[in-house]
């Protein structure tokens, strides 16, 4: 495999050691700082997600994976699982450590008799969504197609065919995962399934997933689709069809609809909206009508195959900046009050910090009806309710400006919390949801596992007692924080 270069400076792994871990390795590389190609591996999808790695293996298989993870427990060394990159908290770098490098891995294999969709762990939702569109089928995938399946899939999945077929792990047949003990095994219905229970919702505690199988819907008809932008004052009668739209959804339309300032010359706060609707362009405007009519300075809405939807949202998704994701949950009809409430703090926020000008904050508005259909104790996922999700994403540049915008995320969703307290007190709402209210994949903010996985949480602990004792995975929520990961393999406290 020939030699590394030596590290520029010192490094948490001796040279010595890296020399060891590539020479065990059977086809994968290893690069490390001095290597070429390391500086386009360690950039992710927010610049404040970055970490310089010692080492980076390029995984093209699962021995290699296997060997890397046993190396990494035997020498005390920190490693990270990248797919995608698009974690805005680290959990797919590692600073000083080793991270496993999933893109070399992005085979998809469509079975159109089986109707079923086989994704290598390192694909993003691009691939999987054009290997299936040339069958004329579709699966359950993330709203911006340069995600990757394994970070979303693992955390639940809401997407555009939500409303038809349920989250994207509603969809996942089984998966492919090396555990922390360096075997790879399969988890379904079938074979290891209290490992395929966990995996849907909390997969990132317990393995490299390097194989997922989703099932196939016949998807073959083009879709009407894409972004409008309003002025403000289009505010009340974009919100009252939203309201509508949940009302009379069966899954063939739905809406993104939130706050982002326009580009120069404008450079002012709009209301954007991201339509969907799956059926003839007639159809679709005719129900459409009410907002298409309101005058919308922007439409770049048309025909479309549906392997082409998931990237509408891409100019609000791009590439660079500091990044920050949080989640909160809203109850239906939203208020207009309590919308405007939400604007008018937007804009106060990017008017006084102009380098936070590129954030925008989101409002889904998904049919939750099949998703329901699912009971919360089904699988680790608990966030099934007839409630939507909001998402803030702050984009930034400046580092000083960190905790600024953080406290103001913070503001914004009590701002959430405090609006459901009062549909509580209205009766507008049940005093008890049966959902927790808070979307692992929207949480930058690393709340509480007990918050994330509500009634699930203590199976999830006994289940990480059987499968990963040792606490090695143990980036981004954690089901065991009261335990170093190497601690000579005591049990977990459950």
């Known amino acids: 495999m020939g030699s590394l270069p030596e590290p520029e400076s010192q490094r948490l792994i001796e040279h010595s050691l890296l020399e060891k871990l590539q020479a065990s390795l059977k086809t994968s590389k290893l690069l490390t700082p001095g290597s070429e190609g390391y500086a386009t591996k360690v950039k992710r999808w927010a610049d404040n997600a970055e970490r310089e790695a010692t080492a980076i293996l390029l995984a093209d298989s699962t021995a290699d994976i296997s060997s890397t ?52 762990g390192g694909c993003l939702w691009v691939n999987v969504d054009e290997a299936a569109g040339e069958h004329g089928l579709a699966t359950v995938g993330g709203t911006v197609n340069h995600t990757g399946i394994g970070g979303l899939t693992l955390g639940g999945g809401y997407g555009w065919l939500s409303g038809y077929h349920g989250l994207a792990i509603d969809n996942l047949l ?49 879709v009407w689709a894409g972004r409008l932008a309003f002025t403000p004052d289009k505010i009340p009668q974009v919100l009252e069809f939203m309201n509508h739209l949940m009302d009379v ?25 991201a339509l969907f609707y799956d059926g003839p362009e007639e159809k679709a405007k005719e129900f459409f009508a009410p907002i298409l009519a309101l005058g919308p300075v922007m439409d770049m809405t048309s025909m479309m195959p549906y392997s082409s939807v998931n990237g509408i949202l891409l100019d609000a998704a791009t590439y660079g900046g500091r990044k920050s994701v949080k989640g909160a949950t809203f109850s239906l009809p939203m208020r207009l009050d309590f919308f405007q409430t939400l604007f008018q703090r937007y804009c106060a926020f990017v008017t006084e910090l102009p380098d936070a000008s590129g954030s925008v904050f989101l409002f889904e508005f998904l049919s939750t009806r099949k998703i329901c259909e699912t009971s919360n104790r089904a ?58 209210g808070q979307y692992g994949n929207y949480d930058d903010f690393q709340e509480k596992s007990e918050t994330i996985y509500g009634k699930n949480y203590e199976r999830l602990l006994e289940l990480k007692q059987k499968f990963d004792p040792k606490n090695a995975f143990r980036k981004g929520h954690l089901l065991a924080p009261q335990m170093n990961a190497w601690n000579g393999g005591a049990p977990l406290a459950v």
Request: proline share 5%; aromatic share 8%.
């Open 69 to 120: 993870l046993l190396f990494a427990q035997e020498h005390n060394i920190d490693f990270a699982v990248c797919g995608g990159g698009h974690s805005t908290n680290g959990s797919s770098s590692s600073e000083g450590g080793i991270v496993i490098d999933l893109s070399l891995m992005r085979q998809v294999t469509i079975d159109p008799s089986a109707m079923t969709i086989t994704a290598q």
């Open 379 to 436: 699988m680790a996922f608990a966030n099934r309710d007839h409630y939507s999700n909001a998402m803030l994403a702050p984009k930034w540049y400046d580092a000083a400006n960190d905790g600024r915008i953080r406290q103001w995320t913070r503001e914004m969703v009590g701002t959430f919390v405090g609006e459901k307290e009062r549909m509580k007190r209205e009766g507008l709402v049940k005093p008890e949801m049966e959902g927790v």
């Open 174 to 222: 089984s998966v492919r995962m090396v555990l922390a003990d360096g075997s790879l095994v399969t988890a379904s219905d079938t074979e290891n399934p209290d490992l395929f229970w966990a995996v849907r919702g909390a997969g990132q505690s317990f393995g490299v997933t390097v194989e997922f199988t989703y099932r196939a819907h016949e998807q073959k008809n083009p």
């Open 249 to 273: 959804s069966k899954g063939e339309c739905g809406a993104i609809i939130g706050f982002g300032v326009a580009p120069p010359p404008v450079s002012l706060p709009v209301l954007i909206a």
